[in-house]
């Protein structure tokens, strides 16, 4: 196996990548299960595989670096504090942030849409305000405004989904006109792949007056993203979809609000001064970090931004949408399958899909026997699936790995699982 560490190490004589080198820089890729078969990971959207790029910078920093960031003038301190900082300018780079104090480290999408909600939600909305969110949402873009609207009685809305698997822009354009404080939805969709319309979506929102918070967790691992152009207020991802470990995301946020914002969390690292009478916060973005972070996490995601980069996103969308193309096309044809969400060139990274008579579960079972992992449940989608009138999807998402082989391998499982029920 060649041992090209870097994405740019990943390019063809002539410029344009060769996926079979990137897909050798995953360790994981030579993993065989069920007793021998190899392993066909599909389940990229729950989370993606580590280039070696990035369990090396991990593995590095600890045996060469690890000390506190932040905190002591001693040698190994000073080296952790500057890779630490260093990849939260990769992080941000990744989206085009302007500026590092705008980058908050988080654990991941989750923890970045709880800040928003728990400091500047807190801080802005109450009765008579509303939220408007999407039915297309992951749950960690629901729960978090609904725990908040219990405390604080403000109104929340939700935008439906057409039978297309588009927000239904009708409905949108109606609920701008409530004036709301907040419009939260995501980028691309878990359970349809939907990519949203981000910038013309923001502009509408933006004259009713409205701030704008994307959910970019499955936007960051295939899309091109530029935080500037989108024109967004707020933009969360985790690093476990894109190729960087568990445990760390980023939160980006223009200054003025981040400024504005109250802490969200107190302890140290935070705090500019403590005395018995009260506290003045820290600059940003470290107001927004109590206590010793994920350190070895971060440097995995500034690696994982950095080699993403170096593949360069736009051929990481080409790629991914080839994928996305071609299972959905294999998908199609095959009797009795339904799938979830619009036409192959309005979506991303994945493919949901309904078998008839079989049992999400059940057929992911089938296919685990043949080495091949998909997703099946409800993905964290609930309201979705129940306007879908569903309890549960099966669902293959693909990443830069994945080859057109494997898609036929999940078809002909498909298949097989038909014939059995
Ligand atoms: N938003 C979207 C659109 C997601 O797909 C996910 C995770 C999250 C938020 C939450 O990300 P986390 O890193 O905070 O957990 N989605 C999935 C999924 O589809 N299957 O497992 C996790």
């Known amino acids: 196996m060649p041992r090209n560490l870097n994405g740019r190490a990943a390019a063809a004589a002539d410029g344009t990548l060769d996926w079979a080198a990137v897909r050798s820089q995953f360790p994981i890729m030579e993993r065989k299960v069920q007793g021998g078969v190899q392993l066909v990971y599909l389940d990229n959207a729950a989370s993606s595989q580590k280039p070696a790029v990035v369990l090396e ?4 920093y600890y045996r060469t670096s690890h000390a506190n960031v932040h905190r002591g003038v001693h040698t190994l301190s000073e080296e952790a504090t500057t890779l630490y900082e260093d990849a939260r300018q990769n992080a941000g780079r990744l989206i085009n942030a302007s500026s590092s104090r705008e980058c908050v480290y988080v654990r991941n999408t989750t923890e970045g849409i709880n800040l928003v909600a728990g400091s500047w939600g807190r801080a802005n909305l109450g009765p008579g305000d509303t939220v408007v969110t999407t039915v297309m949402e992951h749950h960690s873009n629901i729960v978090p405004w609904q725990i908040l609207q219990a405390e604080r009685g403000f109104t929340l809305r939700y935008v439906p989904v057409t039978p297309e698997g588009h927000l239904d822009r009708e409905v949108f354009g109606s ?39 994307v959910d970019g967790a499955q936007g960051v691992p295939h899309l091109p993203v530029d935080v500037q152009a989108l024109g967004v207020d707020f933009y969360v991802y985790s690093g476990h979809k894109m190729c960087g470990p568990t445990g760390i995301g980023l939160l980006w946020a223009r200054r003025e609000l981040l400024q504005a914002m109250p802490p969200w969390m107190g302890g140290g690292e935070m705090i500019r001064e403590v005395t018995l009478e009260g506290s003045r916060w820290n600059e940003l973005p470290y107001k927004f970090e109590a206590g010793t972070p994920a350190i070895a996490e971060a440097v995995g995601l500034g690696a994982a931004a950095e ?10 969308a080409s790629h991914s949408a080839y994928l996305t193309n071609y299972a959905y096309n294999q998908l199609v044809e095959i009797e009795g399958v339904r799938i979830l969400g619009p036409g192959p060139e309005e979506r991303m990274g994945l493919v949901s899909f309904h078998v008839d008579e079989v049992h999400p579960h059940d057929l992911a079972a089938i296919l685990d026997l043949d080495g091949v992992a998909i997703r099946a449940g409800h993905h964290c989608a609930q309201p979705l699936h129940q306007s879908l009138d569903l309890i549960a999807s099966a669902r293959a998402s693909f990443y830069l790995y994945n080859t057109e082989s494997e898609i036929d391998r999940l078809a002909a499982g498909i298949e097989r699982a038909r014939r059995i029920f």
Not at 186 to 194: F, P
Not at 307 to 316: E, I
Request: net charge negative; proline share 4%; with cysteine.
């Open 175 to 213: 609920l701008m006109a409530e004036d709301p404080k907040l419009v939260c939805f995501t980028h691309v969709s878990n359970v349809l792949g939907t990519v949203n319309p981000v910038a013309e979506l923001t502009a509408e929102a933006h004259a009713a007056g409205a701030l704008v918070l």
């Open 57 to 60: 910078a991990m593995a590095h």
């Open 307 to 316: 080699y993403l980069m170096d593949l360069g996103m736009d051929n990481v």
